[in-house]
């Protein structure tokens, strides 16, 4: 059961960031890598196709290496730093002015930043593979850091007007939502998938110190990111026939990463709490 789970890591991995590698190829330009390079002031000295290739070989290198980690255990440690390399880069740019809503006073108000955010996944998801004498309370704590991130602040974007707007298109496509503009007004709605996700997060938090919770905290927190994958089957504007995926796509498909981390939290919890390594 570990192997088979480990197995599913290494492949949404794979899969995730392959798809990724194939979609920037045909999409070319991608306004995230541009505003990344802004940060760091190397725009006018990079051109933006050497920028996406450089982009397009990480990404297409850690598919690599997630694919050959499947046979070869050593290769799991490569990958790590590998995905270590690729978070760091852009989670750096969240400390510069564009990744933030300026009508709304800025931080913690995200804007462009929602989707940079989720490279925080990948950030420890590469530290696991890399350091795997932690102990475990720090393990579990890292596992499930990026998923309360993108669910405390994401979802307290929830309250907001302009989120509310943003997820329109997004839940009134789906199967599993759309009947909640039946009963509510499009800030309401977006009111309860925010209380939703804030309620989450104090659950994960509890699950760390309680095992009996650990499932029905992954139960719940999972529904959020397995909903965000079923967008692309009901939102039109996810794929594209000349890119394989859009910029929303992207936006999308990184929900994967916090899958990864649940399933890490998982794995973690099953094991025996040794109270030398607890701290």
Known sequence: MKQYFSHLILIIIALSTSSLAVSMVLMGHHSHIALITDFYGISQHIPQYVSNLIAVIAFALAACLAFMALKQHKHREKLGYLLIIMAVIPLMSLLGHSMWIASLGGFPAIGSGQGIIKYAALLTIGILFTYPRLSLHTKK????????????????????????????????????????????????????????????????????????????????????????????????????????????????????????????????????PNTAQQH
Request: net charge negative; no cysteine.
């Open 141 to 272: 704590w890292l596992s499930l850091m990026p998923v309360m991130l993108v669910l405390l602040w994401i979802g307290g974007m929830k309250f907001t007007l302009l989120e509310a707007k943003g997820i329109e298109d997004l839940v009134a496509s789906s199967p599993f939502m759309s009947w909640m503009y039946t009963f509510w007004d499009v800030q309401t709605t977006s009111n309860i998938i925010g209380v939703y996700d804030l309620f989450v997060v104090a659950l994960l938090i509890a699950a760390i110190y309680n095992k009996r919770l650990v499932n029905i905290a992954i139960a719940m927190s999972g529904i959020v990111f397995v909903m965000t994958q079923s967008f692309f089957f009901s939102w039109d504007a996810a794929t594209s026939a000349e890119t394989l995926l859009t910029t929303g796509g992207h936006f999308l498909i990184k929900d994967l990463w916090f899958i990864v981390n649940l399933i890490m939290f998982w794995q973690l919890s099953q094991h025996a």
